[in-house]
């Protein structure tokens, strides 16, 4: 996958995560799992998926959490470094 298209995604997959839209999340995931080549990579990809629906109320609750504190505290969460892992894959 090209950088440029890999940025792409993961600036869209941050916005669906920041407002709260799993559709889109899941989407961009689903987008993801079709470019990946690999049986591994399209693995890791849906044990994400598994996962990101697995822990939504949670993931909702952040992006509410980040809409209201508007950035204040800009410490790395757990969730952040798991989607960062997840979209690494190629």
Request: positive net charge; hydrophobic residues 35%.
């Amino acid at each position: 996958m090209a950088f440029k298209e890999e940025k792409k995604l993961k600036n869209a997959l941050w916005k669906g995560i920041f407002q709260g839209d799993r559709e889109k999340v899941m989407e961009i995931f689903e987008q993801k799992y079709t470019k990946c080549k690999r049986e591994e990579d399209k693995n890791a990809v849906i044990k994400c998926m598994e996962y990101v629906k697995n822990i939504w109320k949670e993931i909702s609750s952040y992006s509410l959490y980040n809409r209201i504190q508007r950035r204040k505290s800009r410490e790395p969460c757990i969730i952040v470094e798991a989607f960062k892992l997840a979209l690494v894959v190629e």
